[in-house]
């Protein structure tokens, strides 16, 4: 009999937010006439801006003609769209990278999760604690983790490098060196950054030791503090050591319409093998391209008035960042993020759990968030709260949550 690949087995539980999900229908199920506020995963409630709807329609045109109908994508990509990213994205900010580094895709986390695969099967990971989860869930897959602690929330062979207030949410170097190291930046779930001296120290360890930066940088959109690198490709160094994952799910609002795209420098070279040529076989292999009118919508990012509607739209995101952490430190609340970054981390006041804190602002205040815990060991007693809700809803959950008991402790 076939055997299943068991290290699917080790995963605990159910990807985080389909856990939240679950937890979430079973409370309206229960409660049907509740108005339950939704801050929990990253979701964007904004509709697509008007340039980027209007290059979907025409692009859709296109495809009901003989003349412009368009079959399979280049597996790489559209030329159109690896040129206008690597304009706008990399030289209008001084960074070397080429349009055939540029591989498009239908998304950050399949790529974040994928990525792995290219690596030996005894790599090392390193981590920030807490983050994404994609980075550790696709290496348990892979069998890269060793085995699970369930009191310490740990993998025995990931390398966890600890994110919290007292060290200013900046990881440092670990003691053990490891093969790979996922940085995020504007981190999620912290919303807290690097500089780029800090990430400058990152970039010389990895050209040193050899070790791979998995850099995401899917949040770059909400950076506002110019000290804040927008891509690892800003510092020097960065082209032997880095790989750099960015999505249009938060910048565009694709969460729905799929769209992201990931840098290999063609200097990126381990055991006398280029890395770019290792993703294109894969990407080649496995993926039959996204979608021709997606990368035209992709393309009208890049455009004068794509440009303009989209820097509205993180605004208007950031506004609601600003109302909730405003919202919380005024009833005395511990609060990072949400300067360059649509996520505030809360510390859960009263000494409560992440879980207990997720049912308690759920129960008293029909509020969802993301448990703390969830992102890693070291987010145990943090929360999580998106920026990405509609302005009247993050409104009246900071109301709910400024009248909830517990949180006035
Ligand atoms: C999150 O809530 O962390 C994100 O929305 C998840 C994702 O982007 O896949």
Not at 68 to 84: C, M, N, Q, S, V
Not at 166 to 172: I, L, R
């Amino acid at each position: 009999m076939v055997k299943v690949n068991d290290n699917y087995l080790k995963l605990p539980g159910s990807y985080l937010f389909s856990a939240i999900a679950k937890k979430v229908n079973a409370y309206t199920a229960a409660n049907p006439d509740k108005k339950i506020i939704r801050l929990g995963i990253g979701d964007v409630t904004q509709p697509i801006a008007p340039a980027l709807i209007k290059a979907l329609h025409d692009a859709v045109e296109e495809m009901g003609s003989v003349e412009t109908f368009h079959g399979y994508a280049p597996d790489l990509g559209y030329g159109f769209l690896r040129e206008a990213i690597a304009a706008g994205d990399y030289a209008a900010r001084g960074c070397k990278i080429e349009a055939d580094e540029i591989f498009i895709s239908d998304g950050a986390k399949c790529d974040c999760g994928n990525i792995q695969e290219i690596f030996s099967e005894d790599a090392v990971i390193a981590v920030c604690d807490p983050v994404y989860p994609v980075y550790v869930d696709s290496n348990v897959m892979a069998g890269r983790t060793g085995e699970y602690d369930e009191k310490t929330g740990k993998w025995s062979r990931v390398i966890y490098m600890p994110c919290t207030a007292e060290n200013q949410f900046v990881p440092e170097l670990p003691e053990e060196t490891p093969d790979l190291i996922y940085l995020c930046v504007p981190n999620n779930p912290t919303g807290t950054t690097l500089t780029r001296d800090q990430l400058k120290v990152w970039v010389d360890y990895a050209n040193r030791t050899g070790a791979v930066i998995l850099y995401d940088a899917a949040y770059e959109a909400y950076i506002a503090e110019p000290s804040v690198p927008h891509s690892i490709f800003e510092i020097e160094g960065a082209r032997t050591c880095a790989i750099e994952f960015r999505s249009f799910s938060k910048n565009a609002g694709f969460t729905g319409v799929r769209l992201g795209f990931t840098v290999i420098p063609k200097e990126l070279v381990r055991g006398g093998v280029m890395l770019h040529s290792l993703w294109a076989r894969r990407h080649g292999t496995k993926f039959n391209g996204a979608p021709y009118i997606v990368q035209k919508a992709g393309e009208a990012v890049y455009s004068p008035e794509g440009r303009e509607q989209l820097k509205e739209q993180v605004a208007y995101y950031m506004r609601n960042a600003k109302v909730i952490y405003e919202g919380l430190k005024e009833i005395g609340c511990e609060v990072y993020g949400g300067v360059n970054a649509p996520y505030i981390w809360l510390l859960v006041p009263g000494g409560m759990t992440s879980w207990e804190f997720f049912d308690c602002l759920l129960n008293e205040a029909g509020v969802v968030g993301t448990p703390g815990s969830g992102f890693g060991p070291s987010g145990e007693g943090y929360f999580r709260l998106t920026a990405f809700g509609t302005y009247e809803n993050t409104v009246e959950a900071v109301e709910r949550m400024k009248n909830m008991v517990s949180l006035r402790k």
